[in-house]
């Protein structure tokens, strides 16, 4: 597998993802109908054309963080996260629209050992979401325990 362990990370480091991902109407009407949100801000071109400020659907928000960090496994965790902690400071300052291209980049915050898992370590991420603009439209920290070497 081609992900990080735990001593491989410092503070500090960043990465910029190579993958890009346009999005589409399909995704979002998908994602929304898989997690039962019907909010016709995502689903429903004519109420968003006539009674939003957008003019058109968002994306929903929830698909754009998701994808996010799944952009960012292939390079720093495919195959060495053992779970995800949890996510803090999550942000959408900008939206998300069918047709925008996305682009990640992942910080590496800080870390540590875990003090009750001695094949594991703690890591603290914050990943940045960019559209086509290099307009930031999501950004979240995100705490993981990942493996490390001793213990592949």
Known sequence: MSGKHFEEF???????????????EMDNTLFSAL??????????RHFC????????????SY?????????????????TTIANLGMTEVRFPAPVFHGDTLH???????????KSR??????EFQHDTFNQDDTLVATCKRQVLMRKKSSA
């Open 35 to 44: 997690t039962y949100n019907p909010q016709p801000i995502h689903i429903d």
């Open 10 to 24: 410092e503070a500090g480091q960043e990465f910029n993802h190579p993958i890009r991902r346009t999005v589409t």
């Open 63 to 79: 698909f754009t963080l998701g994808l996010a960090v799944g952009i960012a496994v292939s390079d720093i965790a495919l195959g």
């Open 104 to 114: 990640v980049a992942t910080k590496v915050l800080g870390k540590r050992e875990s």
């Open 118 to 123: 001695p094949e594991a370590g703690i890591l």
């Open 49 to 60: 054309e006539t009674e939003t400020e957008f003019g058109q659907p968002l994306m929903n």
